[in-house]
Structure formats: C-alpha cells, structure tokens
C-alpha cells in the first residue's frame, strides 16, 4: 500500500499556496509522519527557494531517467524531503503518464506526498488533480479567487467525479470571515455541480508568514507559535 497523495491546487496564483504546501509537510511531518514534498508547479518553481535550499538535481533529472528519486529527494531540517522542480520547463506537462507515477512512486516510501500543484486548470493540473487521493484547493477572500477556486472544482468535477475536494481558505481576516468564504463556495458546489465541498480548515492572516518566507525558513520553525502556523497545525490533525 503506498502513501497518500495529497494536491494542493488553487485556481490563481497569489493564494500562498506554495507556502501552504511547504507548512502543511512540516505539520504533518510533527506528526510523526514521514512525508515528501513534491513542487510540481511547471510555471513557477519555488518551494526550494522558500526552503533556502540549492537542489543540483530537479524533477526534470527524474523524468529524463538521468537520475532516480533517491537522488534527487532533499532532506529538509524540518522533518520532510523535497522533490524539487524546475521553472519554466514544462517537464510535469511534456512527460505524459510518467510524471502521473511520480506520488505513488514517492508514496513507496512516503506516508504523505504532498504535491504542490502550479495554479490554473491546464492539462497538467487537471491530469495531477484527477490522481489526488485528497485535492487541497486553496482559496482566499478576493472575489478572483473565488471565481477561480470554483472553476477548479467544476473541472474536478467533470474529470474526476468521485474525488472528494476540500476547501483551505487561506489569508482570512479571522476564522469566521473563512467560514464565510466556505459558506459561499460550498453553496456553489451544492447548486450548480450537485455536492459540497467540505472545509479543512481556515487559515488566518498572519505578518509573521512573510517574515518566514523572506528567511527562508518554514513558518513552524520560525515562528510555531502564532495564528497561522497554529492554523495550519490544528488542518493537519483534521487530515489526520
């Protein structure tokens, strides 16, 4: 039996979704779990640039056969690996059915992959997405966030209509203005796709998450003990 796989999607950028997936492998890694990191984002790259690491192998090494995972999967102080990827290059989107065995070639050996998907409903997101065993959609207040969380999960919908997404708002001005972000998409959901959209949880606006990101350190190192990182932490014992 292999690991879980777990997406982190989000149908725009800004979200912090990148940051999420890096702070919920450490949460659930606290938890005793062995866990991997995979960026799969195709377009912008940059979960080793928020973990100030210097990867000499990426995912692109994987794919082309040129190196296997052992080689490439970083170990973080943090307490999970990361599987690196690289900007620009379209690897995920160019190697076909390959890149879909990458989780469950992580999840050999991994309890929690979590794949931190690039933004948007392209054919590589949706493809990833559809293999989820757990789809994450990050979404924040903005009303363009909305808009884009929703057309990711009537795409979800369509390609895979027994997955079973969950909502993270993220960036919340307080956990009932999240709720009321739940609130709004699940209504959606319910209307128009015909089920709801269950909610992970709610992640609260925290000045200390940019202080984290500028050094490069995961917010549960550095800060562990403020709104979001308790936030985060409270999501990963939901997940269980």
């Given at each position: 039996?292999?690991?879980?796989?777990?997406?982190?999607?989000?149908?725009?950028?800004?979200?912090?979704?990148?940051?999420?997936?890096?702070?919920?492998?450490?949460?659930?890694?606290?938890?005793?779990?062995?866990?991997?990191?995979?960026?799969?984002?195709?377009?912008?790259?940059?979960?080793?640039?928020?973990?100030?690491?210097?990867?000499?192998?990426?995912?692109?090494?994987?794919?082309?056969?040129?190196?296997?995972?052992?080689?490439?999967?970083?170990?973080?102080?943090?307490?999970?690996?990361?599987?690196?990827?690289?900007?620009?290059?379209?690897?995920?989107?160019?190697?076909?059915?390959?890149?879909?065995?990458?989780?469950?070639?992580?999840?050999?050996?991994?309890?929690?992959?979590?794949?931190?998907?690039?933004?948007?409903?392209?054919?590589?997101?949706?493809?990833?997405?559809?293999?989820?065993?757990?789809?994450?959609?990050?979404?924040?207040?903005?009303?363009?966030?909305?808009?884009?969380?929703?057309?990711?999960?009537?795409?979800?919908?369509a390609d895979a209509p027994t997955a079973a997404p969950r909502l993270v708002v993220n960036m919340a001005a307080s956990h009932g203005a999240g709720q009321h972000?739940?609130?709004?998409?699940?209504?959606?959901?319910?209307?128009?796709?015909?089920?709801?959209?269950?909610?992970?949880?709610?992640?609260?606006?925290?000045?200390?998450?940019?202080?984290?990101?500028?050094?490069?350190?995961?917010?549960?190192?550095?800060?562990?003990?403020?709104?979001?990182?308790?936030?985060?932490?409270?999501?990963?014992?939901?997940?269980?």
């Open positions: 039996m292999t690991g879980r796989v777990i997406v982190v999607a989000s149908g725009k950028g800004g979200v912090g979704k990148t940051w999420f997936a890096i702070s919920l492998a450490q949460a659930l890694a606290l938890r005793g779990r062995r866990v991997a990191l995979l960026d799969a984002d195709t377009g912008l790259a940059n979960a080793d640039v928020q973990l100030g690491l210097a990867p000499k192998l990426d995912i692109g090494a994987v794919l082309s056969g040129k190196a296997t995972l052992a080689d490439v999967l970083l170990p973080h102080p943090a307490g999970f690996h990361l599987l690196p990827g690289r900007s620009g290059s379209g690897a995920l989107a160019d190697a076909g059915e390959h890149a879909l065995t990458l989780p469950r070639r992580l999840g050999e050996g991994f309890r929690d992959v979590v794949v931190d998907l690039g933004a948007g409903i392209g054919t590589a997101q949706r493809r990833m997405l559809a293999v989820a065993d757990l789809p994450l959609l990050i979404a924040t207040e903005e009303p363009t966030s909305l808009t884009d969380a929703y057309a990711v999960l009537k795409m979800l919908a972000v739940h609130a709004t998409l699940d209504n959606a959901a319910r209307k128009f796709l015909g089920r709801g959209l269950p909610l992970a949880g709610v992640v609260r606006r925290d000045a200390k998450v940019r202080d984290a990101i500028r050094a490069q350190v995961p917010l549960l190192t550095r800060h562990p003990t403020t709104p979001a990182a308790a936030d985060v932490t409270a999501i990963a014992a939901r997940l269980g």
